[in-house]
């Protein structure tokens, strides 16, 4: 940055560099895990739910198939005209054949309906021959066999038997008896058995999927992993080409500064002292035209000397920060600009970050001074929970910051570099006509 400092690598670019590398790497891994742990309960409960309701279903569709498969195949063919007729052997016969079904439990209760509203078979016999009023839906039933599902307590006047036995499921399908007249056959199931069905599966296809997504997300780790590792190499690389490229420029102010304070300073000064001599003696008739084109020399003079000054950068490791901010200010002061600088107590502030937070707070003062024509200038400096920062705010004329600056008007772009290489953050807030505050955000590692 100043004369006299090294301008090779930057002290702390190696091993921060490596450190930060390793610090951003896992802190990217560990939000790519997090994501995907999000994502994967984002998409697993959605998926969990949809896998019960599909099981809950399909068990129902199978306790539907059931039952349809008893009223064709065991039911109707039984249903003779001896069984309508009332025929003991008849009742036998069928309770044989469902015995099967209602001894293991697959199913709680059955009932056997004509058109009519009777009940024509149960294996509680006691509700045989009654006649009851039919739901509405029976007659699309009877007519196309639409089936019919439900889940329910039993509190219809012909469920005198299921009442007690908690929430069932009731299922209707139509079959037809050996006569060829059409019956509806009527199953109770315990829901919990059917919820254990579904459950199961459920159960089988759970484990599978959250394997395969989390497969998925262990597959993907390497190549997040190698992604932010280049991203990171890439900001790295980034940041030492703006580093190097401001202290380039640093070096390119301080040629010039000595070219025009070696070569065109000293001979303006000679001059000036030369068209002193001649003023003095000179002739009387060219005396005032000297000595007015002497005092025009001289102002110029001064006024290279201050470009001179301010083109020079301070070694800060040699002074302090504060004296050397003062110093910048001096020429705004000179000029009729108000300037307040405040600084607290800033602990451990080295070389490298002070150079930072120098470079920003004289672009911004050039900037305030020169675009904005301010007449006020407040710079603060403190120390704030693991950072350093740097208020620039001054009364003048402001801008849109969203709108790209003009040709030469580089002030903060160069600003802006010189916080991302430092890792920092630059904050601009400005509106025409209400001045502008710029903050600089220094982290500590």
Not at 112 to 119: E, F, L, P, S
Not at 137 to 156: H, I
Not at 301 to 328: I, K, N, Q
Not at 366 to 378: D, F, G, M, P, V
Request: net charge negative; charged share 20%; aromatic share 4%.
């Amino acid at each position: 940055m100043t004369s006299g400092r090294d301008f090779g690598p930057h002290p702390l670019d190696y091993d921060d560099s490596i450190t930060a590398e390793r610090h951003e790497v896992r802190s990217a891994v560990l939000r790519f895990l997090l994501v995907g742990l999000l994502a994967l309960i984002a998409i697993s409960v959605p998926m969990a739910l949809w896998i019960q309701a599909r099981a809950q279903t399909q068990a129902v569709t199978h306790a539907t198939e059931l039952t349809q498969l008893i009223a064709d195949n065991t039911v109707g063919p039984i249903v003779t005209t001896e069984l309508l007729a009332g025929d003991p052997a008849a009742f036998e016969r069928l309770d044989t054949r469902l015995e099967p079904w209602l001894k293991n439990g697959s199913i709680m209760r059955v009932k056997v309906w004509n058109t009519g509203g009777t009940i024509v078979y149960s294996d509680a016999p006691s509700i045989v021959g009654r006649t009851f009023s039919l739901p509405p839906w029976s007659t699309a039933l009877f007519a196309d066999g639409v089936s019919q599902v439900s889940l329910e307590e039993q509190r219809d006047a012909d469920s005198e038997f299921e009442s007690g036995l908690g929430p069932l499921i009731e299922i209707h399908v139509r079959t037809h008896a050996a006569t060829g007249a059409p019956l509806m056959f009527e199953a109770y199931f315990d829901d919990q058995a059917v919820t254990a069905e579904h459950a199961s599966l459920l159960v089988g296809l759970t484990p599978v999927i959250l394997l395969a997504l989390a497969t998925l997300q262990v597959v993907q780790l390497p190549p997040a992993v190698r992604l932010a590792r280049t991203i990171q190499r890439n900001k790295i690389a980034r940041r030492r080409l703006l580093q190097h490229a401001i202290e380039a420029s640093d070096l390119e102010r301080m040629r010039i500064a000595r070219g025009l304070h070696d070569g065109v300073i000293q001979e303006l000064a000679a001059l000036s002292y030369t068209l002193e001599a001649e003023a003095m003696h000179g002739s009387a008739e060219h005396r005032p035209l000297l000595a007015k084109s002497g005092v025009v020399l001289q102002e110029n003079v001064r006024a290279l000397r201050e470009v001179t000054s301010e083109l020079y950068p301070p070694d800060l490791e040699r002074v302090e920060f504060l004296e050397a901010l003062r110093h910048v200010a001096e020429p705004l002061v000179a000029r009729g600009i108000d300037v307040r600088i405040e600084a607290s107590e800033i602990s451990d502030l080295d070389t490298d970050r002070a150079i930072i937070l120098f470079r920003v707070a004289r672009e911004a003062l050039t900037n305030a001074s020169k675009h904005a024509q301010a007449h006020y200038i407040l710079v603060l400096l403190h120390e704030g929970p693991g950072c350093i920062r740097l208020t620039v705010r001054d009364d003048g004329c402001g801008f849109d910051p969203d709108v790209t600056a003009p040709d030469g008007h580089v002030g903060l772009r160069i600003m802006r570099d010189t916080a991302q290489v430092s890792g920092g953050t630059l904050a601009v807030e400005s509106q025409i006509g209400m001045g502008t505050t710029i903050e600089l955000t220094l982290y500590r590692s």
